[in-house]
Structure formats: structure tokens, C-alpha cells
């Protein structure tokens, strides 16, 4: 099992940037595929990125394709979200999650484990 701690989430002003951090323990996360998803009030849980085991990132949402990159440092058992340009419609709770298969990266349901979350507000 596998514990996840998203840090780095802010208020920030539009076209701001911001870089998360997702933190694993009890299990090396070099084992999953990870993923970052936000969800605003009243919205589902929308995906926004994803990178495979082997380091390649997936093809992201247009909402925030050339703005967000993923990465993932196995030795630190980290994995990023580096935020440019950022939007009010940004403003939202990311999750970190992680997913043991692989499979469906884009889906929520397929990853088993997440973090608890950190807001990013973006001001106008």
C-alpha cells in the first residue's frame, strides 16, 4: 500500500505558475502509473495528467494542454505537476493518485490509492 501527500497548492494570479509535489510512502512509486486529477465545487473529478512507470507522460486535457507537465522522480519517490499560465478556471483541489496497472490512465476509478489534496486558487 501506498501513501500519497500532495504539497505546493497556493493563491496565485493568473498567468502565475505554480509546481505541486505528490509524496509516496510505504511503497516505492516506480511500481505505478501516476496520475493528477482537480475537482472544483460542484464538478466531477476531471483528469489532468498522467506519466506511465517508465517515465512517459500520456496526452493531456486540451483545458491545460502546453501548460501543465508532469514528471516523476522515482529516487525521491516524487512525482510533479509543474503549472504555467495559470487560469481562474484552474481553480481547483489536486489530487495525486496512483494507479497499479496502468490501464485506463485517465479514468478515476482504475487508481487505487490518493492523496488528500491541495487547492489551487487563481485570482483574476
Known amino acids: 500500500q501506498v501513501q500519497l501527500v500532495e504539497s505546493g497548492g497556493g493563491l496565485v494570479q493568473a498567468g502565475d505558475s505554480l509546481r505541486l509535489s505528490c509524496a509516496a510512502s510505504?511503497?516505492?512509486?516506480?511500481?505505478?502509473?501516476m496520475g493528477w486529477f482537480r475537482q472544483a465545487p460542484g464538478k466531477e473529478r476531471e483528469f489532468v495528467a498522467a506519466i506511465l512507470r517508465n517515465g512517459i507522460a500520456t496526452s493531456q486535457p486540451d483545458s491545460v494542454k502546453g501548460r501543465f507537465t508532469i514528471a516523476r522522480d522515482n529516487a525521491k519517490n516524487t512525482v510533479y505537476l509543474q503549472m504555467n499560465s495559470l487560469k481562474p478556471e484552474d481553480t481547483a483541489v489536486y489530487y495525486c493518485a496512483a494507479n497499479p496497472s496502468g490501464s485506463y490512465i485517465g479514468t478515476p476509478a482504475y487508481y487505487g490509492y490518493w492523496g488528500q489534496g491541495t487547492q489551487v486558487t487563481v485570482s483574476s
Open positions: 510505504g511503497r516505492t512509486l516506480s511500481t505505478y502509473a
